[in-house]
């Protein structure tokens, strides 16, 4: 099993529809979380952290549910701009060691 | 967050011949990766460039195909060596700030 599992897509919404996808992980010691965004043949940018609370950057809300392993992503009010890839990405933090696990991606399109 | 450059940001390359990419940063990082993407997939970790000491190697990774040096807090370099087609791949530089990776541009490599 895969330590971080992401529905590929595509998503393809038009501009102003909300959109929202998860991500699972399969190491339940696993402390921190991210999305990262990446564009067509561009490195991945950090989004955002996701906190145990959800967190809500603008058009943007990342939720994390430990119970379930879970972490969801959901986009408000699409803009053609946010038309990415999107990576989940989960930090297993051990002593003296430090390690990010990467999802697949799951590709968002946003049409006009 | 710091600022990464890599050089060269791609190269086409014999097989058999070896490459080397630098890595760049402007501020002294304790914690600097390298990572692969490899055509349509996500990230994989190759490496923990350690400053001082032996880089710290994935599983499927080795030093001989991939040496790292780590001269110092704001340097490092990552060779493919005796390359193959199987190489082709984007390498990426990554360093980590708190909690949070950054990565830098990418080096696009096609082995031919």
Redo the contacts between chains.
């Keep these: 099993r895969k330590e971080v599992e992401q529905d590929p897509g595509p998503f393809n919404v038009p501009e102003g529809a909300t959109v929202a996808f998860n991500c699972t992980y399969s190491n339940s010691a696993s402390q ?1 979380f ?1 999305w990262y965004r990446q564009d067509c ?6 989004l955002m ?1 996701v906190y145990s609370s959800g967190n809500e950057d603008g058009r943007f809300t990342a939720q994390l549910n430990r119970a379930s392993q879970y972490i969801s992503l959901l986009i408000r009010d699409s803009k053609l701009s946010d038309s990415a890839t999107y ?1 989940c990405v989960v ?1 297993i933090r051990k002593v003296n060691d ?3 696990s ?4 799951t590709t968002v399109t946003v049409r006009a | 967050s710091a600022v990464i450059s890599q050089k060269p940001s791609r190269d086409i390359c014999q097989r058999g011949t070896s490459l080397t990419i630098q890595c760049q940063v402007d501020s002294q990082v304790t914690m600097m990766f390298w990572y692969r993407q490899q055509p349509g997939q996500s990230l994989t970790l190759i490496a923990t460039a350690n400053q001082g000491s032996e880089a710290t190697y994935e599983s499927g990774f080795v030093i001989d195909k991939f040496p790292i040096s780590r001269p110092n807090l704001t340097f490092s370099t990552l060779t493919v060596s005796n390359m193959s087609p199987e190489d082709s791949s984007i390498y990426l530089c990554s360093v980590a700030d708190s909690d949070t990776q950054y990565f830098g541009p990418g080096t696009r490599l096609t082995v031919l």
């Excluded at chain 1, 043949?41 to 950090?46: H, I, T, V």
């Excluded at chain 1, 990467?102 to 991606?105: I, L």
Aim: charge should be positive; avoid cysteine; proline fraction near 6%.
């Design positions: 921190s991210f043949r561009k490195e991945p940018k950090l952290s990576l930090n430090y390690k990010l990467f999802g697949a991606g």
